[in-house]
T-cell receptor, first 116, second 113 residues
């Protein structure tokens, strides 16, 4: 069974600085996707970024980028130029591409606070 | 706005009761997923439907059931409710059965008293 681990329950960062959230996962599959979701106080789950396991290039979306290390089964999220609106819970998630079901497996989350 | 609509947003009910949560997926999406988010268990997958058929089951209790209708909306039925069922219930939808990203509704906050 796949598992996702986020070892940092809480983090804080000053506005305009850079922060990195960690995620590791365990799987025996070769084809899969990894995601970061953001859950602000409004509780909406918002997709931040996705990474296909077969792609060596790290995904980037504006101020958000990932460091995907397939051999190490590591998938960290870097947020550059942090903004107050980035304050939220961040969830790392795994999806097995080759299986029969398309559900996500989530980590426990990291609560990020951006301070002015 | 993700395009996924969940009703109601909040629900308060007593132990032993039964409730129905409703989800309308994004236009064109065939898969619907239900997730439960609680403080102690985190975000857990309950069940997936694809084009009206049950596709996969996760940690769904026997007291819970779901279905997807011909118009692709889905309902999650929770019966014999217990205090521990208090949680945020999310619906998500995706275009296909596997391999596509899911978009989440705003959730239904269920409080069992």
């Amino acid at each position: 069974a796949q598992t996702v681990t986020q070892s940092q329950p809480e983090m804080s960062v000053q506005e305009a600085e850079t922060v990195t959230l960690s995620c590791t996962y365990d799987t025996s599959e070769n084809n899969y996707y990894l995601f970061w979701y953001k859950q602000p106080p409004s509780r909406q789950m918002i997709l931040v970024i996705r990474q296909e396991a077969y792609k060596q290039q790290n995904a980037t979306e504006n101020r958000f980028s990932v460091n995907f290390q397939k051999a190490a089964k590591s998938f960290s999220l870097k947020i550059s130029d942090s903004q107050l609106g980035d304050t939220a819970m961040y969830f790392c998630a795994f999806m097995n591409y080759g299986g029969s079901q398309g559900n996500l497996i989530f980590g426990k989350g990291t609560k990020l606070s951006v301070k002015p | 706005d993700s395009g996924v609509t969940q009703t109601p947003k909040h629900l308060i009910t007593a132990t032993g009761q039964r409730v129905t949560l409703r989800c309308s997926p994004r236009s064109g999406d065939l898969s619907v997923y239900w997730y439960q988010q609680s403080l102690d268990q985190g975000l857990q997958f309950l069940i997936q439907y694809y084009n009206g058929e049950e596709r996969a089951k996760g940690n769904i209790l026997e007291r819970f059931s779901a279905q997807q209708f011909p118009d692709l909306h889905s309902e999650l039925n929770l019966s014999s409710l217990e205090l521990g069922d208090s949680a945020l219930y999310f619906c998500a939808s995706s275009a296909r059965a596997i391999g596509t990203e899911a978009f989440f509704g705003q959730g239904t906050r269920l409080t069992v008293v």
